[in-house]
């Protein structure tokens, strides 16, 4: 039986520095600051949410700045995502690349995927981060002062999964989420779920007996997908605890709930509501302003924000 998931949700990485990954998301991407918060499970580290307008899930790209925090440099490989892709329009890949050029940032041509041209960059934490150019995405984009409608990021486009075996990982995102497999090259498989297109596609790249992959700064944490309710969230649960998949309680993010589980590959899932949404704690044109903080930790606010980084924006 397969649970009604929309799509992406959201991608969260270990980052380094809190002050850099502010500047590459909001200065070199254009993205919109919507949540300034803590790491619910670590106060000392931010938690950065980057998205459109209202942070939409499937435009999430969520960060934990952990420099100085005690968490060591990760290794990209399987059992991970290894490289998280957003969605461009197409024929603006030249405008990015002469504008993360112009900030410093080493900027390749990928070769062409499924149809649609790429471009890669390293992000200043070491994360691999694409912009694929498509007709196909009709997001209304976020615009900052300098991106016009022709540019702009439209959202997530989708992420790349490395994992030693892909079938085990396909079976287990077929039969639980109901993705289909839409195409296949050069040990890539694109799947989808509720339709095809940005947001709804997530690649599996196989890469036997490569390099394991091992979590930490520069790699990506987990991915997110959307399921409507809460409902079904807990009846997800329910039927993986069944078939005995350890998965987390329902975790409370204050802008979502989520639970937690592995695929087979390794990769860590979570599995996210679509609502409240961030304009819940700040008003809509206030996103990102300022630190926001979950009920049970507001007693300890001046604590917190003493230890964290200050940073301008
Ligand atoms: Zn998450």
Do not use: C
Not at 106 to 133: C, K, M, N, Q, Y
Not at 202 to 228: E, F, M, Q
């Amino acid at each position: 039986m397969s649970f009604p998931v929309l799509g992406l949700h959201h991608v969260t990485a270990t980052t380094d520095d809190a002050q850099a990954d502010l500047d590459f998301g909001l200065d070199a991407l254009g993205l919109r600051l919507v949540k300034k918060t803590v790491n619910f499970d670590n106060r000392g580290v931010y938690h950065f949410y980057y998205g459109d307008e209202r942070g939409t899930p499937g435009t999430l790209w969520t960060t934990f700045p952990y420099r100085l925090r005690g968490v060591s440099a990760g290794i990209k490989g399987a059992g991970q995502v290894t490289v998280t892709s957003f969605s461009v329009p197409a024929g603006s890949l030249d405008v990015w690349k002469t504008r993360l050029r112009a900030r410093g940032f080493t900027v390749s041509d990928a070769p062409p995927r499924f149809g649609e041209e790429s471009v890669i960059v390293t992000d200043p934490s070491g994360l691999l981060i694409e912009l694929v150019a498509t007709h196909a995405d009709a997001r209304t984009p976020w615009l900052s002062h300098d991106i016009d409608a022709a540019s702009a990021v439209r959202g997530i486009h989708s992420v790349t999964m490395t994992v030693d075996d892909p079938a085990p990982t396909f079976a287990f995102m077929h039969e639980w989420f109901g993705f289909e497999r839409i195409e296949e090259m050069d040990g890539r498989q694109r799947v989808a779920v509720n339709g095809v297109g940005p947001g709804k596609s997530i690649d599996i790249l196989a890469t036997p007996g490569g390099v394991r992959a091992k979590n930490g700064v520069g790699t990506v944490h987990h991915v997110a997908l959307a399921i409507a309710t809460a409902q079904q969230q807990l009846d997800m649960r329910e039927a993986l605890i069944k078939k005995g998949i350890g998965v987390t309680p329902v975790m409370d993010r204050s802008y979502f709930t989520s639970i937690y589980f592995r695929e087979p590959g390794g990769v860590l899932f979570e599995v996210a509501t679509m609502l409240p949404g961030f304009a819940t704690d700040e008003p809509l044109d206030q996103l990102g302003r300022g630190l926001k903080l979950p009920p049970w930790e507001e007693s300890k606010r001046a604590e917190i924000e003493a230890a964290l980084p200050s940073v301008r924006y």
